[in-house]
């Protein structure tokens, strides 16, 4: 017998190295009329590395004490910002202390308690909220210099005060502005930036790769939140993301594809596909796929 479009087309997809989990989901990634993509770990690399350790003047802590304090509450994390921390630690040949009663929050950061002191590591913006004292205004200033310069800045806190900033970098994937350009073309509109990180190091790489729409600052839920609101205007949304954060909007999602090396076991469960060779093209390509087994099938 010959094999059903669909299913030909999925075996097709895995010659691309992308794991479609149903013919259902390879029907539904044909239908797709808009984009949203993440940033760290989507369009970049995901593999960031740290390019400033910036402890706060009167906090005590060199930039040795500040790199080990948030590598060891970093520890337990697979998010790729805690993964740079950790490697930054070790290249410079720092032991970590054990951390305890590890949490952590999408979209946010981690919590931990090192050295008998409860160390907060995550996104300045959120970890200042509500803050007004002179630590903590001097910590935004650091934070938002380190941002201008186009890097994620984290912010660590002990036991509540604002002891450093650390700056981190990540590279755009080789083939993520083709991608963008191809996802463009066949859905004819322009794909959305959909990021946790903020304004000022997400428009840096949104231009790179050449998208306009950028939404940053968001969490878990806004991120569903913009999704919704496409289909609720009629769109059927292709979600592509890798993390933890990115989960409930490739859940809510017409067709939800992650990033497979270095994507969140979460991410990978929920998404509809998986690409599990490492590269973005596959993504347009499956697409298109889609598309010329519906023909067949019709
Ligand atoms: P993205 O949407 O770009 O993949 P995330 O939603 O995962 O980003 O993270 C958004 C922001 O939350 C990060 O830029 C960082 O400031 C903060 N953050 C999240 N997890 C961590 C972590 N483990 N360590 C430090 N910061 C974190
Ligand atoms: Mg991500």
Known sequence: ATMPPLLSAIANAGRHGVLVKSAVVMERLGQVDAVA??????????????TDVRPLPGSGLGERELTILAAAAEHPSEHPLARAVVAAARERGLALPPAEDFGSTPGV?????????????????RLLAGADDAGAALAAVLAAETEERG????????????????????????????????LAALTRTAPLLLTGD???????????????DVRAGLLPQHKVGAVRELEAAGRKVLVVGDGVNDAPALAAAHAGVAMGRAGSDLAL??????????????VPAVVALSRRARRLVV
């Open 198 to 212: 903020n304004p000022r190091a997400a428009a840096h790489l949104a231009a790179e790769a050449g998208i306009e």
């Open 37 to 50: 993509l993440d940033k760290t770990g989507t369009l970049t690399e995901g593999f960031p590395r740290v």
């Open 109 to 125: 950061g981690v919590v931990a308690t090192v050295d008998g002191r409860r160390v907060e590591v995550g996104a300045p913006a």
């Open 151 to 182: 890097r994620t800045a984290v912010l660590v806190l002990a036991d509540g005060v604002p002891v450093g900033v650390l700056g981190l970098a990540d590279r755009l994937r080789p083939d993520a502005a083709a991608t963008v350009a191809s």
């Open 269 to 282: 469960e929920t998404a509809d596909a998986v690409v599990v060779r490492d590269e973005l093209a596959a």
